[in-house]
């Protein structure tokens, strides 16, 4: 029922949106349009009138003439227009050569039909040819351009993830010395490989890998083993061959070195030219998420209806702040709030709450612009954090609170009690692991109750 409500909410609020905000916007391309069309006009004026002063045929001279003009007009156009979903699109190059050949035509039978056939004079005829030529070059750039470019945005689903595994896992010293953090196993699957499923369970169809130095296992892992695979299946090991042959087939994969650990900011931006310019999800191999539905899957259902970039969260003890991303929280719709503003691993008396960032982002690709500006932060490295803080106060960010189990395998304990728990999830290993925990706890309670009586002898 929240949910329901908050997506009402977001409903509504994107059509007070479109229909306030965007007024400006549409007013402002207009008046942009028309300057365009004025210099055009005043193009096309120049170079026929030169055409004609030399006497050359009044046909060739209109063609030349508006041909400049689309020259300065394209060029125009693909600095205000194009460039805003993507440079040199093919769509949109051919999308206005194609309206602009059709005014050609139209403009140029006009031409003949009121300088030959019906005798108005040329200047004349030539101004009221322009101001057909620029009413069709408005229609139709607006339609099959800018109401074109507005659909794509809208309806762009988010198919690329980066999942930044640059980091050199000092935490987990001596173990991460000759392997990476995220090769380590939870049971028998590297950590890494549980956040890649999740992806691929939420509909991502291609990843990048932001890798740094010894982190080659990674590679290896979603590759194809083809002496591994004939021998399992010379074996007749077909379960295990068919899991093995699962993990290098279920999604593209991409990688980029980070040449040196410089943030989680940094890392993001070294993939803005395979993001591009679309929607896209970044997900930190120190976050498994257990849920019913995959954690990126809530967020990408929250996009769905918000259009604006969204950051997984959840509530921490207050004695933990200090560990992560915090936000401060402005209006709640269900469990999606207004981010206001966001602090990297604030102390306890700056935390804003303790509503903490768990490693899963929904993002505008307009955050590259800002991830650009940004200086180094906390650590000494270029945050994300901080280029979210700026987003959040030109653009619209939300956070929303993921339903599920989450487990923080960046230390030693968290690491320990996700290896436990999720070997507990398996039918195969959940008796036997139980039984064991049971015996343990038991000897635990025992020892303890003999060091009490122990005590309590000494005293006497």
Known sequence: MEYELYRSRCLSEKIRNENDEPMNKKWLAFIKFAFVGVLNTSIDFIVYGLFTWFNVNY??????????GVLNSYIMNRKWTFEQTGKGRK??????IGVNLITLVI?????????????????????????VSVGI?????????????????????IKKAIIPVGGLGTRFLPATKAQPKEMLPIVDKPAVQYIVEEAVESGIE?????????KKSIEDHFDKSVELEQMLEEKKKFDVLNEVQRISSMVNIHYIRQKEPLGLG????????????????VLLGDDIMVSEQPALKQMMDA?????????????????DVSKYGIIDPGRKFGRVHAVKDLVEKPSIENAPSNIAVMGRYILNPSI???????????????????????????????????EGKRYDIGDKAGYIKAMIEVALMREDLHHTLFSYLESIVEKERMQNSANRRLTSKYII
Not at 108 to 127: A, D, N, V
Not at 137 to 157: A, P
Not at 266 to 281: D, K, S, T
């Open 59 to 68: 046909i060739l001279a209109q063609c030349i003439s508006y041909s400049a």
């Open 91 to 96: 769509h949109e190059f051919f999308t206005f």
């Open 107 to 131: 403009t140029t039978f006009l031409l003949t039909l009121f300088y030959k056939w019906l005798g108005i004079s040329l200047f004349i005829s030539k101004l009221l040819v322009t101001a």
């Open 137 to 157: 070059n408005y229609i139709g750039t607006k339609q099959f351009v800018f109401t074109k470019l507005k659909e794509r945005r809208v309806s762009m689903k």
């Open 206 to 214: 291609s990843i990048i890998f932001i890798t740094g130095r010894n």
């Open 266 to 281: 940094h890392a993001v931006l070294c993939a803005e030219q395979f993001i591009g310019y679309e929607p896209f999800a």
């Open 303 to 319: 996009y769905d209806h918000t259009k604006q970039s969204v950051i997984g969260v959840k509530q921490v003890a207050y004695e």
């Open 368 to 402: 590259f612009s800002y991830l650009k500006t940004i200086e180094r932060g906390v650590g000494n490295e270029w945050q994300l954090t901080d280029a979210l803080r700026l987003q959040s106060e030109n653009e619209k960010l939300f956070a929303l609170e993921l």
